[in-house]
Structures are given as C-alpha cells and as structure tokens.
C-alpha cells in the first residue's frame, strides 16, 4: 500500500487524515501488521488512493465481499451491529478519574450533559466539541474504574453524551464518525439494558443522510420494525414525537401519504396528551411545540403540498416560537424558499434561502449551508438572471 500511497502523492499523516485514523494505523497497514477484512473501509481507502479494490489488493483477494454501495455498507453495518463504523479507535478512557463514582458525583455529570444538550440547539459545533467530548472522555473513564452500584446509571448517560457527540458530528459534516457515536450509545444502552435511550440513538442515527436522504425505506425499517432490537415505543414523551415524525418524512419521500399522515398524527398526540411530553429521560431537548410545526411544515412540503397556506403556515408558526438563536431555523427558513420558488416568488424564495444560509453561517451547520446550496441548484436554476437569485449567488460564495 505504501507505493500506491506515494503515487497518490500522500503522506501518511494526509492518509491517516482523510480516513479519518491514526498515523500509527496507517503505518500497521503498510508493515503487514494490520489486515484490511472490512470491505466498507477497503472500498474508501481505494477511493482515496484512487485505485480500484483489485489493484489496492490484488488478484488473489479481489474478491472480499460483494460489490455494494458504500452508503448501504455503511446502512447494513450500523443496522446489525457489526461495529464497522469504529473510524479511529479512539480511547476516550486514557486516563482513570482518582476517585470512586458516588451520588453528588454522578448528580453533577447528569447535570452536565443536561446542560450541553441544552446548549446544543444554538451553540457553534466547533464551541460544543470538546466540551461534549470533555464529558464523555470523563464518563467512560469512570466505566474503567469502580462506579459500582451506579454502573448502570453511567453507562445511560455515556450513551446519552454519545448521541450528543453525534449531533455535533453530524453538524460538521462528519457523517461516518456520526455513526459511529450512535453505534457507541446503542452498545452503552443495550449494556445498561436502557430501551429508552437505545430508541433515542436509533432515531438520532437515522437523521445521518445515509438514511435520511438515500434511504428513506431504511428508516421506516429502522424505527418500524425493531432494528437490533430497538423499538420506538420505549422512547420517552418527547423522543417518541420526534421519531415519529422522522417516520412521517421517510414515508412522505416515498410517497405513503397515509402513512406519512398517520405518523405525523403520532407526533401530534405526544402533545395533545402528555402535559410535560419533556418528561423522562433521555429526550430530545430541543423538540418542543414550535419544533413539532416546523416538521409538520416540512413534512407537507414532501407530500407535495406547496401552498403557502398549508405548509407556510406550519413552518411560519414554527419560526414563531422556536428559539430565535435556534440552529434549526435554517432548516425551516429552506423549506419556506422552496414553497416560494414552487409557487413562483423568486424574490421570496431568495429572501429566506438567504436568511437560511446566514443562520448556517452563524451556527457553523455544515448541514444548514449543504440544503441552502442545493435548494439553489434544484429550485432557482431557471431564474439565473434573475437580480435576487445573483445577489443569493453572491451570499451563496463567500465561503468559496
């Protein structure tokens, strides 16, 4: 591998970095020292090299695995538990914390988790990273050392601080170590025996756009039909709202109206019933009402319904009552550009894909700035010349 490295024109350091692994990896591989069986990660280290898997191999094992898709490798890995998706190895339990785990101290690590899922919805992920992985080097190093009868207690919460390691994750862009965090908390959840939190996880893992946007039905499979033993009927008030309508949208983009709509009902009854629907834990801090219209909105936009005075109206109420520091609003101010341009408002579909890419600037929500740009390409290409859509060009390149 060491030649096709230095014909790529890579240094280790830069191989170890696009893979996202250590330098210390990438030496193993290239001594002999460390075999490559996992046919996802053979598939992305000949992309890099810009080799095909026959010639990263060679003739005699060509053959590992069968041919498929990175994106469904990455699915079928992360669905079964294969633990595939483990990026780095990273070792957040290199050091052990000098005290035994007692109630004051693990009351004032459940109060800091709180916290940073509370920040979460408006902080940079840039800011939140090292704090978020601050808190889970210092929960896992507790793992390592004696949290006796609380060990059940840490292992949710590890799991939970590792659903948030995700969300940033996911917020930068890095969508594989995303999974990755996700797998981790579902492992923490099953050995704490927290059904809870193993629904949290799976719903947080299928907003990774391997599910999400390639494979919609994945999702509907994920949280329908027990994947790795994980059923969404366990989730706390608020978690349970929030997945169903991540059901209603995977139905909705694969055109199951009926479906989408009865999710979506799901949801809403989450709020008419429950009084505190926040209550019980692990939540999903950041789905309140307001968020609930903003998916409402959205979801009506994927069943095809661009009136304004349907979906606007959802998405509008959201923008309303959701934080207005509030990272999501990007997601919503979208959504209200696409009506517009669906319904021939170039200015108003400009305006608020603008506002949109301002909060992604703002938040730094590599997300937020990915949908802003495709909403460009796939709604407002026939306006080229159109003076709202140059002055949203000029908006759209200043991070070029």
């Not at 830069?14 to 692994?21: F, I, M, P, T, Y």
């Not at 989450?270 to 009402?289: I, K, S, Y």
Request: a negative charge; hydrophobic letters at 40%; proline letters at 3%.
């Amino acid at each position: 591998m060491a030649s096709l490295r230095r014909q790529a024109g890579l240094s280790q350091v830069e191989l170890a970095r696009r893979l996202h692994r250590s330098v210390s990896w990438v030496q193993k591989v290239e001594q002999g020292a460390r075999a490559l069986s996992d046919i996802r990660l053979i598939e992305e280290l000949a992309a890099v090299l810009g080799v095909s898997r026959r010639e990263l191999l060679g003739e005699d094992i060509a053959d590992v695995g069968t041919a498929m898709p990175a994106e469904e490798m990455q699915r079928q890995a992360f669905l079964q538990g294969l633990g595939a998706l483990t990026l780095t190895g990273e070792d957040f339990s290199s050091r052990d914390l000098p005290y035994r785990t007692d109630a004051p101290l693990l009351a004032a690590l459940v109060e800091g988790t709180e916290t940073l899922e509370r920040l979460y919805g408006h902080i940079t992920p840039a800011a939140l990273q090292g704090l978020v992985l601050g808190q889970l080097e210092a929960l896992t190093a507790l793992l390592r050392g004696s949290p006796g009868k609380y060990r059940r207690d840490v292992l949710s919460l590890t799991g939970e601080t590792a659903v948030l390691a995700g969300w940033v994750a996911l917020d930068r862009g890095k969508n594989d170590r995303s999974l990755f965090y996700f797998d981790s908390a579902l492992r923490a959840a099953a050995d704490a025996g927290d059904a809870a939190l193993s629904a949290y996880a799976m719903g947080s893992a299928t907003t990774v756009p391997t599910f999400r946007e390639k494979s919609p039905r994945s999702v509907i499979n994920a949280l329908g039909n027990g994947a790795r033993g994980v059923l969404a009927a366990n989730a706390s008030p608020s978690t349970a709202a929030w997945i169903a309508t991540l059901e209603a949208s995977a139905y909705a983009t694969v055109g199951e109206r009926d479906n989408a709509l009865h999710a979506l009902a799901r949801a809403e009854d989450v709020f008419r019933d429950d009084e505190d629907p926040a209550g019980g834990r692990p939540r999903v801090m950041f789905f309140d009402r307001g968020r609930l219209a903003g998916e409402q909105g959205i979801i009506r936009l994927e069943l095809q319904n661009t009136r304004l005075d349907v979906a606007g109206r959802y998405l509008q109420t959201a923008l309303i009552e959701i934080d207005p520091r509030a990272k999501i609003r990007a997601r919503f101010l979208t959504a209200l550009a696409s009506i517009h341009a669906d319904n021939g408002d170039v200015e108003g579909a400009c305006r608020y894909a603008a506002d949109a890419f301002r909060v992604g600037l703002e938040t730094e929500t590599v997300r937020s700035l990915d949908q802003v740009r495709e909403l460009r390409h796939t709604k407002l290409t026939r306006w080229e010349s159109h003076p709202a859509v140059q002055e949203l060009d000029e908006h759209l390149n200043t991070l070029n």
